[in-house]
């Protein structure tokens, strides 16, 4: 086995193992990781070949990949089959794996809090009250992140101002939007 296989086969398998905390199905992780290695576009075939998987397999991964704009398609000249082509620019593609959990996870806790917490408002007991309490403690934290989140989505922001100016920027639209504000003490490198 060259170098290049062994090492395409140590990043797909690591890959494939990462994709489940990404939210993405390690199949899916593996064929995405895979064209990664590749200089070229490949098709179902030379994806099937490459990871040893069936033709459905690659299919359900391909879409998964699409559906996480993560994996674009294109016509080889003068062919008929679908050649793959992944999404190489890193920083969009986590973007797109945020967003897409975002809107799956953060969103619906939030939706799910805010309609929650008047509810223990009006009843007056102290189980609700202390309940009440946790729950907006919950939804400031989730609105911290997700206001962190807001601001990389936007894009380009890490690399230019870093981490603690982003969470500045996230404090001040906390604060701007009338939201319970959270301190976040973050050390001073030396």
């Known amino acids: 086995m060259s170098e290049i296989d062994s090492v395409r086969q140590a990043f797909v ?3 494939g193992t990462m994709g489940s905390f990404w939210g993405i ?15 070229e ?12 998987l069936s033709r459905g397999a690659v299919s359900m991964a391909c ?19 679908t050649r793959y082509v992944p999404a190489t620019d890193l920083e969009k593609v986590i ?9 799956r996870e953060w969103d619906p806790i939030r939706e799910n809090l805010r309609s929650w917490i008047p509810k223990l408002e009006a009843e007056n ?7 009440r309490q946790r729950l907006e403690s919950i939804e400031a934290l989730v609105a911290l992140a997700d206001n962190m989140v807001e601001v990389f989505l936007k894009g380009g922001l890490v690399g230019r101002v870093g981490l603690k100016l982003m969470v500045k920027a996230s404090r001040a639209a906390d604060v701007t939007a009338n939201e319970p504000e959270m301190v976040l003490q973050l050390e001073e490198s030396p």
């Open 13 to 15: 398998q690591l890959w």
């Open 25 to 39: 199905a390690p199949t899916t992780a593996r064929v995405y990781s895979w064209l990664l290695s590749c200089a």
């Open 41 to 52: 576009p490949a098709d179902a075939e030379e994806i099937m070949e490459g990871l040893d």
């Open 63 to 81: 879409k998964e990949l699409r559906d996480w704009h993560l994996l674009e398609t294109e016509k080889a000249p003068g062919s008929r089959r």
């Open 95 to 103: 973007r797109n794996i945020v967003m897409i959990r975002k809107r």
């Open 125 to 131: 007991s102290p189980e609700a009250e202390v309940f």
